[in-house]
């Protein structure tokens, strides 16, 4: 009783008795930032952005804005959002498991579906899919009344430098002009999507803070790169003049050549002579390795790999499946905050509509059919003896009926019983009679022996709602001992019968 607890039994059964004078402070917090002495948000209102990078810098959260005109910053943020965006979704009325919804939960889940068709969905999804690089994205909701009910007419992302969180419980504050510390944000007014809030960090963590060194570097290497080209990276023209060439005429000289760069066109004095001079070596590589590094960085913070944005010249088919598998990991994360921010939209969408005792709507993505994984199933069950229908490879693979056949017209065919012994009273040899009489006795108590793993697959198979459902209880059914004692028995003597039926046919072909 006492495990989780930092008591001792005996100290944990007197704080048991002590339970209901503490009852207050049970129900008290006691951690605070004033009780810690962090009271920095107890005279300011409202808690100062905690962004490491941000703070060492002096800037606001309004700078990372600008790193979005980066191409590599740009490229990485389309390239993420893209998979989570092309995604298909669904709403589900809520129920408790097992259970069917009840018809005032359909009906809410019907209403909020109906006004949610109203809505920009893909805008919508597309900036609360800017929480992971920003660290939060803030919305405020829109009602009016529709026939006794609330309609959801409009979620707007609002600014994020409109909005804080109090110092005191982390609760969203709107900063409102000529009110401080800020005024608090109503829940059925205003929801927001983080990515990854803390206690010490309610605004979320934020990726592109982690780029912005990157990017300014890159921003350098590149001004001086230009530099390096403008200066180095076209012919130099050369002239060389007689050695009793005063210094005004070499200025002359000088303008002259310049003049050439321009025009192609020179008048230069008698004696002179004009070369043109090339730049060799990779003087100008340390500036494109550094901008390269600096998209590498960018990209492995945005994208978790580097891979999918520049394969460059050490990449693998190996590698690029890790990647992506990475990049796909970050992605899921987006879809969940997604979903996260959607079901407590239908949440508040209840309460408003239909109060606490109706369970809300729930978001659902809807994944793609890996028929691969399935026909690969669907073969592991047929060598275990499963036999398929018609109607479930038109339900399962989406055919046609009228396009297929199944091979036997889908079952297994057998001898009718009988035809076996017939066969045998009919060739004549009474040993081989007796060995396949006994065999046919094996075969029976094999039926008998597999047949109670058997119908814990078909089990199995009834139970399964879905089709992911169905290799979850296949992995955990193939995965523990079955009852194979018995089948293993019947085997053995099996083996033992075709041993002495090879014995005894030797000596008879030795004999004959």
Partial sequence: MSRGLYLPNGEFREFAAEAAPRRQEMLAEIAT?????????GWLG?????????????????????????????????????KTLDREWRLTPGAPAGEQPTP???????????????????????ELLDAPYFGLTVAELMWAPDGGRMRLTAVTPKPRPWFGFS?????LVFLRLGTWPGEPCSPFKFLAARHFPSFDNPYGSRALSRCLWPVAFKRGGWQFWMNFLEKFGQPWTVATAPDNTDRAKRRDIAA????????????????????????SGKAGDAHRQLINQCDASIAKVLLGQTLTSDSGDKGSRALGTVHYQVLAGLQNSDARLVRTFFEDLGWIYGRVNAGPDVLTPCWEWVEPEDYAARADLDGKLKGLGVRFRKPYYVRAYGLAEEDFDLEGGGEAEALP???????????????????DSLADGLADEAAAAIQSNAREIQDAINKAESYEDLMILLAELLGRDMDTDDLADVAHRAMLNAALHGTASARGDGNG
């Fill in 167 to 171: 110092g005191d419980d982390n609760h």
């Fill in 417 to 435: 019983a009988g035809d076996h012994a017939a066969f045998v009273a009919s060739s004549g040899d009474p040993a081989q009679a007796a060995v």
């Fill in 256 to 279: 002259d050549l310049a003049a050439m760069v321009q025009d192609a066109v020179a008048v230069l004095p008698y004696g002179a002579e004009v070369d043109l001079k090339e730049s």
């Fill in 33 to 41: 930032r004033e009780a810690a002495g962090v009271d920095l948000a």
């Fill in 104 to 126: 005032a939960a359909e009906q809410l889940c019907k209403n909020f579906a109906r006004d949610l068709e109203d809505l920009d969905l893909h805008a919508l999804m597309s």
């Fill in 46 to 82: 409202v808690l100062p952005d905690p962004d490491p990078v941000l703070r060492k810098r002096g800037d606001s959260a309004e700078i990372l804005t600008e790193l979005t005109g980066d191409d590599q910053v740009f490229m990485a943020l389309q390239d993420r959002k893209s």
